[in-house]
């Protein structure tokens, strides 16, 4: 470990719901490693979502595009509730927030991890005999080009009824950056990466595997195979702990990656990462939160799983700090935690040798093991 202090700048985005109850806990958890490891962080906590509505009537306030611009990384809550569904579809927090922080920032790739760990095989819906060993899986998700954003794209009526239309494009330019993420995250995990695309029916699928078979040609180490999305939504199910890395693209990611986490047990446990531009020094600009959303329902009552949002930030310290003894001893004290029979009501089966905390004492275990 370098004994030259290092301090990175990070903007603190927590939204709405459990977002600010879950982010306490994840900077506590930061401040631990910090203190460790010979680091510190400068915060600019910053409003987005419903909480910025209410206080500025947009959802992304100009304040905190300029804080995200200024810092290494964005740590991201949740945002939305039902207090806020009746705005205009462009004022929503997740229309208005979410998709325009990761156009303005250009993040491309979407980092889900989805690991259920041996002690919560009985949360996942996978039969144990499965799963004996639990999984750990990454999906690299294509993030700002597929169907979800080519052109043209409308209604319009032909021949005296309406007609709907999306446009799937993609550049070999697009598919070959995030190709590329997913190799080098392959090289630091197990060297095997699963490409899935429907390249027996289309065009962009077909120059999809035509470029991951080129892109293999530099990542010798790493073993490339090839799914279709069918297919390998049923393997998912079938064998989730077969995979170690796969990439797809947006809207086969969008639906491969919630499959993944259903399987995991619990979006409490998940953290995702949503990466941009990449440095000289090999690291990324990215926006780092919970798979999960807001869940209003349980908000302020001091119960939600504080761990995604934990996990977020072991992600930000590798992805985008170069802190990597700091994130791996969180995900460290994470798994001690949950071996050790910590349990929030989402992961909770009611057995006697559980031990029920609630969001502060989930934290206060993680921190008891770092």
């Given at each position: 470990?370098?004994r030259t202090h290092r301090t990175h700048r990070i903007a603190v985005l927590a939204g709405d719901g459990i977002g600010p109850e879950v982010m306490t806990e994840s900077l506590r958890v930061l401040d631990?490693?910090?203190?460790?490891?010979?680091?510190?962080?400068?915060?600019?906590?910053?409003?987005?979502?419903?909480?910025?509505?209410?206080?500025?009537?947009?959802?992304?306030?100009?304040?905190?595009?300029?804080?995200?611009?200024?810092?290494?990384?964005?740590?991201?809550?949740?945002?939305?509730?039902?207090?806020?569904?009746?705005?205009?579809?462009?004022?929503?927090?997740?229309?208005?927030?979410?998709?325009?922080?990761?156009?303005?920032?250009?993040?491309?790739?979407?980092?889900?991890?989805?690991?259920?760990?041996?002690?919560?095989?009985?949360?996942?819906?996978?039969?144990?005999?499965?799963?004996?060993?639990?999984?750990?899986?990454?999906?690299?998700?294509?993030?700002?080009?597929?169907?979800?954003?080519?052109?043209?794209?409308?209604?319009?009526?032909?021949?005296?009824?309406?007609?709907?239309?999306?446009?799937?494009?993609?550049?070999?330019?697009?598919?070959?950056?995030?190709?590329?993420?997913?190799?080098?995250?392959?090289?630091?995990?197990?060297?095997?990466?699963?490409?899935?695309?429907?390249?027996?029916?289309?065009?962009?699928?077909?120059?999809?595997?035509?470029?991951?078979?080129?892109?293999?040609?530099?990542?010798?180490?790493?073993?490339?195979?090839?799914?279709?999305?069918?297919?390998?939504?049923?393997?998912?199910?079938?064998?989730?702990?077969?995979?170690?890395?796969?990439?797809?693209?947006?809207?086969?990611?969008?639906?491969?990656?919630?499959?993944?986490?259903?399987?995991?047990?619990?979006?409490?446990?998940?953290?995702?990462?949503?990466?941009?531009?990449?440095?000289?020094?090999?690291?990324?600009?990215?926006?780092?939160?919970?798979?999960?959303?807001?869940?209003?329902?349980?908000?302020?009552?001091?119960?939600?799983?504080?761990?995604?949002?934990?996990?977020?930030?072991?992600?930000?310290?590798?992805?985008?700090?170069?802190?990597?003894?700091?994130?791996?001893?969180?995900?460290?004290?994470?798994?001690?935690?949950?071996?050790?029979?910590?349990?929030?009501?989402?992961?909770?089966?009611?057995?006697?040798?559980?031990?029920?905390?609630?969001?502060?004492?989930?934290?206060?275990?993680?921190?008891?093991?770092?």
């Amino acid at each position: 470990m370098s004994r030259t202090h290092r301090t990175h700048r990070i903007a603190v985005l927590a939204g709405d719901g459990i977002g600010p109850e879950v982010m306490t806990e994840s900077l506590r958890v930061l401040d631990a490693v910090e203190a460790r490891f010979g680091f510190s962080t400068v915060r600019d906590e910053r409003l987005v979502g419903g909480a910025a509505i209410d206080a500025t009537g947009h959802p992304l306030p100009p304040e905190t595009i300029a804080a995200c611009e200024q810092s290494d990384a964005i740590l991201f809550g949740s945002v939305g509730g039902p207090k806020w569904e009746s705005q205009p579809p462009d004022l929503q927090p997740e229309r208005g927030a979410l998709l325009p922080l990761r156009k303005h920032f250009g993040l491309f790739a979407n980092l889900r991890p989805g690991v259920c760990l041996p002690s919560l095989t009985h949360a996942s819906p996978v039969k144990n005999e499965l799963i004996p060993n639990g999984f750990d899986v990454l999906c690299v998700r294509e993030l700002t080009g597929g169907v979800y954003f080519g052109q043209p794209k409308g209604r319009e009526e032909r021949d005296g009824e309406p007609v709907a239309f999306d446009t799937m494009i993609y550049r070999k330019s697009e598919i070959d950056r995030i190709l590329r993420v997913a190799f080098t995250a392959a090289m630091g995990r197990g060297k095997r990466l699963v490409s899935v695309d429907k390249a027996n029916v289309l065009a962009t699928s077909v120059l999809w595997r035509e470029t991951a078979n080129e892109v293999a040609a530099d990542f010798p180490e790493v073993a490339l195979s090839h799914l279709y999305v069918d297919n390998a939504a049923m393997q998912l199910v079938k064998r989730p702990d077969s995979f170690d890395v796969l990439v797809t693209e947006n809207l086969f990611g969008d639906i491969l990656s919630d499959e993944m986490a259903m399987i995991s047990g619990s979006l409490g446990m998940l953290p995702s990462a949503s990466l941009g531009k990449q440095n000289a020094g090999g690291l990324y600009y990215g926006m780092y939160e919970p798979s999960g959303g807001s869940a209003p329902d349980i908000a302020g009552r001091g119960i939600a799983n504080p761990i995604a949002q934990i996990l977020s930030a072991a992600m930000m310290l590798r992805h985008s700090l170069g802190e990597n003894e700091a994130a791996a001893a969180i995900e460290a004290a994470v798994a001690r935690t949950i071996d050790d029979g910590y349990r929030t009501g989402d992961i909770a089966t009611g057995a006697a040798a559980e031990i029920r905390v609630g969001t502060a004492g989930m934290a206060d275990a993680v921190l008891e093991r770092l």
